[in-house]
């Protein structure tokens, strides 16, 4: 798997106050320093990579327009700009009438059928990234948090406002629901 | 560990050999530029300290605002935008109104870079031929920039010496970015675009080395002469070094 580059930091601070002076090279750094991994996270939410493209890009516009209203209070400022991505996917899912919050039992899952019998390996990305959407909006954001982002279950938490604890047990029903949909999808 | 933890636990590796979707580079630059645009524009409202000043500011902003909002609009519009025509017009002021040669040698390096970006869009939107109209605008514009620097070799040999160091930085650097482009199309019209332009680029880089036709007059060289330099500057050595 390539690397996304350098995670997020307490480095980001420093250069948070420098923005604000109006530093443009502070905001380049931040902007160099998360474009690719929320591109790589709307992405995988959305599927499209001019919506990834557009929202992306507004995403990095207002965190770094928009630093009067972050606070560093036990906020971490990747926190902060993962939530902007969150919310700029679910308006966007809005704009286009999609329902998104679609309960697990509701969705079209066979979830009688065996899943020990899931080749894993032989999955493609393709089709994990497109069972990974037919997956509520939290499964999806754990697991993109999780094993896309390569962040730790605390960085997750703090970015989904959850404790540890919660993230891990979503994590676990989110990799149940995806192999019970991956599952379904090889069946057919 | 139980059956189903060790079947979970597969899939969650399986999910992190997962490749990332990474954005392509014309994405990238020209969120870049949209950013730094709203960076700057953010900037420059908290500059604004006295309140009346902030309303005579609004005032004349309003009474701007349809001319000047189209104006500013096309600043950052791409090749396959209906306001590109104005950003040309826009442009073609600037160019007038750069007198020195320090500022016309500046300004056609400033274009030349909206040109490489503007190709860099293109081609992210799989757009070959308005790509291979930019990248030709980006060889005329550092044709222009050689110009420059070769008409003042005999006026003022220091500054077109400058002009040609900085020539070479600006060169170097497009043919770096050129380069990266190259290695992630595929299509073939794009790559033979992207090969012309660094070649043609680098003529420009000779056409800048030549000294001034001896009667004083206009540089003969222009965008498609192949021929050698003098040699009397060093052409760099374009090949990326990643």
């Known amino acids: ?188 | 560990m139980t059956p189903e933890v060790q079947r979970l636990e597969r899939l969650a590796e399986r999910l992190r050999s997962v490749d990332p979707v990474m954005p392509s580079p014309g994405a990238k630059i020209r969120g870049w530029n949209l950013v730094l645009a709203a960076v700057e524009q953010s900037a420059s409202g908290r500059s604004r300290s006295h309140p009346v000043r902030r309303l005579v500011l609004a005032a004349v902003a309003a009474a701007v605002l349809l001319v000047g909002g189209a104006v500013a609009a096309s600043a950052d519009s791409l090749p396959d935008s209906a306001l590109y025509p104005l950003k040309a017009v826009v442009e073609n002021v600037r160019g007038a109104l750069a007198f020195s040669p320090s500022d016309k040698f500046a300004y056609h390096l400033d274009l030349a870079q909206t040109r490489l970006t503007e190709a860099e869009a293109m081609i992210a939107r799989h757009r070959v031929d308005l790509a291979a109209q930019a990248l030709s605008g980006l060889n005329d514009q550092l044709n222009q920039a050689a110009l420059v620097v070769q008409a003042e070799r005999l006026s003022d040999p220091a500054l077109a010496a400058s002009l040609e160091n900085r020539l070479v930085q600006a060169i170097a650097i497009h043919d770096q970015q050129l380069a990266g482009l190259q290695g992630q199309v595929t299509n073939p019209a794009a790559i033979a675009a992207i090969t012309q332009a660094r070649d043609r680029a680098a003529q420009a880089l000779q056409t800048a080395a030549k000294p001034t036709s001896s009667d004083g007059g206009k540089p003969s060289t222009t965008s498609s002469d192949k021929g050698p330099g003098n040699g009397a500057s060093a052409t760099p050595h374009l090949t990326p070094k990643h």
């Open chain 1, 1 to 188: 798997m390539q690397p996304l580059g350098k995670a997020a930091s307490d480095d980001d601070r420093p250069l948070i106050e420098r923005v604000r002076r109006g530093d443009q090279d502070a905001a380049r750094i931040l902007y160099e320093r998360y474009f690719d991994r929320i591109y790589n996270y709307v992405y995988a939410r959305l599927g499209r990579a001019e919506d990834a493209e557009d929202l992306a890009i507004d995403t990095m516009t207002r965190s770094l327009t928009r630093l009067d209203l972050f606070r560093d209070q036990g906020v971490a400022f990747s926190s902060w700009v993962y939530r902007i991505a969150h919310n700029a996917t679910i308006d966007h899912y809005r704009r286009q009438g999609k329902a998104i919050l679609v309960p697990l039992e509701s969705a079209t899952i066979p979830v009688s059928a065996d899943p020990s019998e899931l080749a894993v390996d032989q999955l493609s990305n393709d089709d994990l990234r497109e069972a990974l959407r037919a997956l509520t909006d939290e499964q999806q954001q754990v697991l993109i948090l999780r094993f896309f982002q390569d962040l730790t279950a605390a960085q997750a938490a703090r970015i989904m406002g959850k404790s540890v604890g919660a993230v891990q047990a979503l994590q676990h029903r989110a990799l149940g629901s995806l192999e019970r949909v991956l599952h379904g999808r090889t069946n057919n």
